[in-house]
């Protein structure tokens, strides 16, 4: 189980080309069906500036699938600069993570073309997240 205390999770993060990150994947309770309140931000780890953010909510059905959480509008990244994913829920304990990858390749479906994710510990308040185990296991986004 994941809990909630106020304070963030967060993963630091940088891919090898220019995307666009419109949203993440969260996971919800372990309690049955349920409504979040969460705050997402990216945040540029090196100024501290919030690149992105949105105070929003999700309902889970208690499985534990992920449940997608966007931002107003998609928020660039640039290649090997680091970024920080945040997310602040407000809710019931949840499913979590486990066996997180510090590098992530995706290939296009379509181009073949592909995106690396190199993931790392964001030190500080991250609510016990980490690459290995916790919150924010999907980074939804386009090239």
Not at 54 to 76: L, Q, W, Y
Not at 77 to 97: E, F, Q, R
Request: glycine residues 12%.
């Amino acid at each position: 189980r994941w809990g909630y205390s106020g304070t963030s999770d967060r993963i630091r993060f940088s891919v090898n080309k220019r995307i666009f990150v419109v949203g993440f994947g969260l996971y919800g309770s372990i309690h049955g069906p349920t409504d979040y309140q969460v705050n997402i931000q990216i945040i540029h780890t090196d100024s501290n500036t919030v690149l992105g953010q949105n105070d929003t909510g999700f309902s889970c059905d208690g499985s534990a699938s992920t449940f997608r959480v966007m931002f107003k509008e998609p928020v660039e990244v640039l290649p090997n600069v680091n970024y920080t994913a945040c997310a602040t829920l407000k809710g019931p304990d949840s499913h979590y993570g486990t066996k997180g990858l510090r590098k992530v390749t995706h290939e296009s479906p379509t181009t073949g073309a592909k995106t690396c994710f190199t993931f790392c510990y964001a030190a500080g308040n991250n609510n016990g997240t980490s690459v290995e185990d916790g919150q924010i296991p999907e980074v939804i986004f386009y090239t």
